[in-house]
């Protein structure tokens, strides 16, 4: 007798991926969780199948229906693995029945790496943290009566399409006016592959600095970047502005426990072309662009406005192959109006029978262009360059302004060919 598939669709956000993934940019993100211990991969393995009861939609593969991609259940089990491949390879491919994620270790360190189309930060930082809870409770043997992840979603929430629940129909105003923004070029690395430089710096010294300006951490820090471009733009580069895309968690505005995709995104940039080019001018138009964009009724208008072609039935009746060439097209356009990326997940949070064995957690993500994804935990706060370029001046640059802040930074390069530790004053 042949087994029951279950399916469910794509939410609004995922659409985008399969199409435009590619060995350029995989779509592919890796959050690590680094211990004061070796990792017992048997251990590991246990943990992983009983955090799956917790998220079944990490069992699914991807598929192609007439219409829609959509995921279908899969009875493939997933097999924790030492890490022997670079971070953030290609995990989705259309001639290929696999499952949507992997966990891998290394010494001290497990990884937990997730194709974009599955979850977004946000869900799979719930994902990973169960997992290392459920280890770290298996390995020192601490009651779980006793202890809890702070994320008790049903099932059923954490697998609800938040997009599709909270889309209200309406008149939709026409999006703003962009224009070209500022683009890196450059030699890249062979094989597709990317580089990554991470910066290790105390949380509470940064924000310190960020409130001393008025600022949020991610406004204070999407300024520093975005002034840390411009330090190695020409006259004539720098007629086009910089500008950052940045992801935005839903959840902060609708109450949602979902562990899939559920953010929005918000250009925030400057055009340096006859204006002041100083720290302070470019962060008070940063501020002021992350404020006015992430105003409610606009967030809102914002994720209707995506929502609304998927709610469009003329649009249902296109077929999936013409869909794909319409989303690879305005994915080119969209591709003009970006400089880099920049993405705050924000504080990682365990409870503290287990705090205590963890050192840090980081994450990047692959990427076509400048990629900046931070985290912090306790007081460590880990900012990751991802970039395909073998040109380091931006990453250089920005960690050169903190340093000059008198903010002491630890730095770990890992570039292809190469992997080492160095101290950032030789960064600089």
């Not at 992997?102 to 930082?125: K, M, S």
Request: proline share 5%; aromatic share 10%.
């Amino acid at each position: 007798m042949r087994e029951s598939r279950q399916w469910s669709k794509l939410d609004n956000a995922a659409k985008i991926f399969p199409p435009t993934s590619g060995r350029r940019d995989t779509k592919v993100f890796r959050f690590s969780c680094e211990l004061y211990e070796q990792v017992d991969p048997e251990l590991l393995q246990s943990a992983l199948d009983r955090t799956l009861t917790q998220f079944p939609l990490y069992k699914s593969i991807l598929k192609k229906g007439l219409f829609w991609y959509y995921f279908e259940t899969s009875a493939l089990r997933p097999v924790v693995r030492e890490e022997d491949s670079p971070p953030c390879g290609p995990m989705y491919s259309a001639d290929r029945k696999n499952l949507l994620f992997e966990v891998t270790y290394f010494q001290r360190r497990i990884n937990l790496e997730v194709y974009h189309a599955l979850a977004d930060g946000t869900g799979a930082l719930h994902f990973l943290r169960t997992l290392v809870f459920y280890y770290l409770c298996k390995k020192h043997g601490i009651p779980q009566s006793g202890a809890a992840i702070d994320y008790d979603a049903s099932q059923a929430q954490k697998q609800r399409d938040s997009f599709y629940a909270y889309y209200s129909k309406g008149k939709m105003p026409r999006p703003p006016k962009t224009q070209k923004a500022y683009r890196l070029r450059g030699e890249r690395y062979s094989e597709y592959r990317i580089g990554v430089i991470e910066g290790r710096m105390s949380a509470g010294r940064v924000l310190e600095e960020a409130r001393s300006h008025g600022a949020t951490l991610s406004e204070y820090l999407a300024a520093v970047l975005i002034v840390s471009i411009h330090e190695g733009m020409t006259v004539a580069e720098a007629e086009r502005p910089v500008v950052l895309t940045v992801p935005v968690n839903l959840r902060r505005f609708f109450p949602s426990v979902s562990a899939r995709n559920f953010f929005g995104v918000i250009n925030v940039g400057y055009a340096f072309a006859g204006r002041d080019a100083g720290f302070e001018a470019v962060l008070a138009s940063v501020k002021a662009s992350f404020q006015e964009q992430l105003e409610p009724g606009l967030v809102r208008e914002r994720m209707n406005r995506l929502g609304a072609l998927e709610h469009n039935f003329a649009a249902k009746l296109v077929p999936l192959v013409l869909k794909d060439l319409v989303l690879k097209a305005a994915n080119r356009l969209v591709q003009q109006e970006i400089t880099a990326s920049f993405s705050n997940v924000g504080r990682v949070q365990m409870p503290e029978e287990v705090a205590r064995h963890i050192r840090l957690f980081d994450i990047l993500c692959s990427t076509g262009r400048l990629q900046t994804c931070l985290c912090s935990y306790g007081d460590d706060l880990m900012v990751s360059f991802t970039s395909p370029f073998l040109n380091t001046d931006p990453q250089r640059a920005f960690f050169r302004f903190l340093t000059g802040l008198g903010i002491p930074v630890e730095i770990t390069a890992s570039l292809p060919g190469e992997e080492e530790e160095v101290p950032h004053e030789e960064l600089s």
